[in-house]
């Protein structure tokens, strides 16, 4: 019976640690691997397209969502093109302030204060990331087919891709770390990947980007919103930030 006992005893503390991996380490594991990930993707890519290698791929992409007799007409009828118009504002300036001060919002009307202090830098520091990046590398627009959108900044990277990456990823990043219910982080994260993708497709269908400078858009904003994560998390357990609210049910971690 002791030695039952024992048995027992080290098979529930094995479920509880490896509970503990699973709801946490796995979790650090992956934002880590998003952000190395990205940064590395992203120093490749920009070489790439530096050195001019992405190019031909760039053109090729570019011209398949174009009508083959006539690289003036999108692929599909005008409601197809409203539509990729309508996806693109989701990326805008505008929005994404929206969105960022609904967010915040939120997080103060659920008192967590500090935590609505950190999405205020993290988002607007995002952004200026973007802008700095795009005066940087300063590539030049599509010329292969007209614009069905307004342009008025440099084209590497896409700053309606990072944008909304940014935006949308990192508040989706820090809505989870104060949300305790399993089913709405899946749902917040699912929805603002969704989001981010949306938009980035939006960019080349409309001819206003290089397929690479929205890829590149995407790896460099969820490296930033990856990090936000962790940065959030850190201070979290030194006691600086909000932690999660309790809940109860299974849908609690």
């Known amino acids: ?25 796995l979790a650090v594991l992956l934002c880590v691997s998003v952000l190395s990930g990205g940064v590395w993707g992203f120093i490749e890519l ?15 992409l570019l011209l398949s969502l174009r009508n083959a007799a006539d690289h003036t007409d999108p692929l599909g009828p005008g409601w197809v093109e ?21 967010a915040l919002g ?36 599509p010329d292969l087919v007209p614009h069905e959108a307004m342009v008025y900044t440099a084209s590497f990277p896409s700053g309606h891709s990072m944008m909304s990456a940014v935006t949308y990823l990192t508040l ?10 399993l089913r709405l982080k899946a749902y917040l994260l699912i929805l603002a990947i969704l989001l981010t993708l949306l938009v980035g497709m ?31 998390r850190w201070l979290q357990r030194r006691g600086q930030v909000e932690t999660e609210q309790s809940s109860s049910g299974t849908d609690a971690e």
């Open 106 to 141: 939120y997080l103060l009307l659920a008192r967590n204060y500090r935590a609505a202090l950190f999405a205020s830098v993290a988002v607007p520091g995002g952004m200026l990331l973007s802008t700095l990046m795009k005066m940087g590398f300063d590539r030049p627009r």
């Open 1 to 25: 019976m002791k030695h039952y006992r024992k048995i027992k005893h080290v098979k529930r503390h094995g479920l509880s640690l490896m509970a503990r991996l699973g709801r946490y380490e």
């Open 46 to 60: 920009a070489d790439a397209v530096t050195e001019g290698e992405t190019q031909s791929i760039d053109e090729t």
């Open 202 to 232: 939006s960019r080349v269908y409309l001819g206003v980007h290089w397929p690479t400078d929205v890829l590149a858009g995407w790896t460099a904003g969820a490296a930033w919103a990856a990090l936000c994560w962790l940065v959030m």
């Open 172 to 181: 989706a990043a820090l809505l989870i770390r104060v949300q305790p219910a």
């Open 82 to 102: 409203e539509m990729g118009r309508d996806f693109t504002a989701l990326g805008g300036v505008g929005v994404l302030v929206v969105i960022t001060l609904g």
